[in-house]
């Protein structure tokens, strides 16, 4: 299971995380809860849905939010940041997108980005999703932990 081998890595490590969840709206924050022992490693995690809290939560700069809209790599990768700022974590991971059925912000749904930074590493991830919309949500809780895993244990 994805969720148990990166809270195992990060714990060899000696490294805690955080998690920012938008379109996942706190499934990427259950994978890894379901894994017993997952407090020795998470810290917290913050679901940020709307675009403004993501300024306002996570530190993600607002000029950029307004520029280019929440689904975006550089939004991923400062959601990341901003969380583990906030919950003080030493791997942030980010997931953001349009998990459909209507467009946001002129993006298409399906579209997705995941973010991992570490002490060591970062890394954002595109994603274009053909799926309903759990599919898409789904697709990204697997992708954000995929990419935690490579970083962390990789």
Same mark, same amino acid.
């Given at each position: 299971m994805t969720a148990?081998?990166?809270l195992e890595a990060a714990g060899r490590?000696?490294?805690t995380i955080g998690v920012a969840e938008s379109l996942t709206g706190g499934l990427v924050t259950a994978a890894l809860v379901e894994v017993p022992g997952a407090s020795s490693v998470l810290r917290g995690a913050v679901v940020a849905? !709307?675009?403004?809290?993501k300024a306002t939560l996570l530190d993600v700069?607002?000029?950029?939010l307004a520029e280019r809209g929440a689904v975006d790599p550089d939004v991923a990768r400062a959601m990341a940041d901003g969380v583990r700022r906030a919950t003080g974590a030493d791997v942030g991971l980010a997931t953001t997108?349009? !998990?459909?059925?209507?467009?946001q912000d002129g993006r298409p749904p399906g579209l997705v980005y995941v973010a991992v930074v570490t002490p060591a590493a970062a890394a954002v991830r595109r994603l274009d999703v053909q799926a309903d919309r759990m599919g898409v949500r789904t697709a990204a809780v697997g992708a954000v932990l995929g990419l935690a895993t490579e970083l962390v244990d990789g």
């Open positions: 148990r081998r990166i490590h000696g490294w849905y !709307a675009t403004e809290l700069d607002g000029d950029l997108g349009v !998990a459909g059925p209507e467009p």
